[in-house]
């Protein structure tokens, strides 16, 4: 009796060992190939929310620079033939000059962007390289923005000190281009809040 004790053969082992390990084994890959599957299908989800979200801040840049595009043509055209004779010429104050001028810059930055911008969403490839683009349209927003504030502060207070002694066509001509001048700047520093979320996006390498 002691023999058989001391020398356990294959029939004393437990017959659920081996089968339980096939079993668990068996179990082990499907479970890793699902893992993967589902991992797969969330980086492709990733990308595709990434893709729209992008083509959305793309079309909204395009069209608040359009709006700025409008907004400053139309400004600095009703400024500049803003001329009823005597006192009432925009030339000879020097606001009025200003804000001209800085209609046609904002004119001109926003035309080029738009060119820009319908250029790339057609199927080209962009203007400006893509490692610099965002700091260009950044930098450009910001600047701009600046300056048609800058023009605005410089137009209003002297608009109202006429306004105060007398209300007529130049008074309200000049009034409706700093609106015009005012709605620009909101649509560029729109454009600039933008321009900047994707700069702090953009990878480099």
């Given at each position: 009796m002691a023999a058989v004790s001391d020398n356990p053969t294959s029939e004393n082992l437990p017959e659920s060992s081996a089968p339980s390990d096939l079993e668990k084994g068996s179990d082990a890959t499907p479970t890793n190939t699902a893992t993967g599957e589902g991992s797969g299908d969330a980086a492709?989800?990733?990308?595709?929310?990434?893709?729209?979200?992008?083509?959305?801040?793309?079309?909204a840049t395009l069209l608040l620079r359009a709006a700025t595009w409008l907004f400053s043509v139309i400004s600095f055209m009703v400024m500049a033939s803003n001329k009823h004779g005597d006192w009432m010429e925009f030339g000879n104050y020097?606001?009025?000059?200003?804000?001209?001028?800085?209609?046609?810059?904002?004119?001109?930055?926003?035309?080029?962007?738009?060119?820009?911008?319908v250029h790339c969403l057609s199927g080209g490839h962009d203007l400006i390289?893509?490692?610099?683009?965002?700091?260009?349209?950044?930098?450009?927003?910001?600047v701009t923005a600046y300056l048609l504030m800058s023009s605005l502060s410089a137009?209003?207070?002297?608009?109202?000190?006429?306004?105060?002694?007398?209300?007529?066509?130049?008074?309200?001509?000049?009034?409706?281009?700093?609106?015009?001048?005012?709605?620009?700047?909101?649509?560029?520093?729109?454009?600039?809040?933008?321009?900047?979320?994707?700069?702090?996006?953009?990878?480099?390498?």
């Open positions: 492709v989800t990733a990308v595709v929310r990434r893709w729209r979200r992008e083509d959305m801040l793309d079309k020097e606001e009025y000059r200003y804000i001209v001028a800085i209609g046609v810059l904002a004119f001109l930055y926003s035309m080029a962007q738009v060119v820009r911008h390289p893509v490692r610099y683009g965002g700091i260009v349209d950044f930098a450009g927003d910001q137009a209003i207070p002297i608009t109202n000190r006429m306004r105060e002694g007398v209300d007529n066509m130049f008074t309200d001509s000049s009034s409706a281009s700093i609106s015009l001048a005012f709605f620009a700047f909101v649509a560029l520093a729109l454009s600039s809040l933008i321009s900047g979320f994707k700069l702090c996006k953009q990878q480099y390498i």
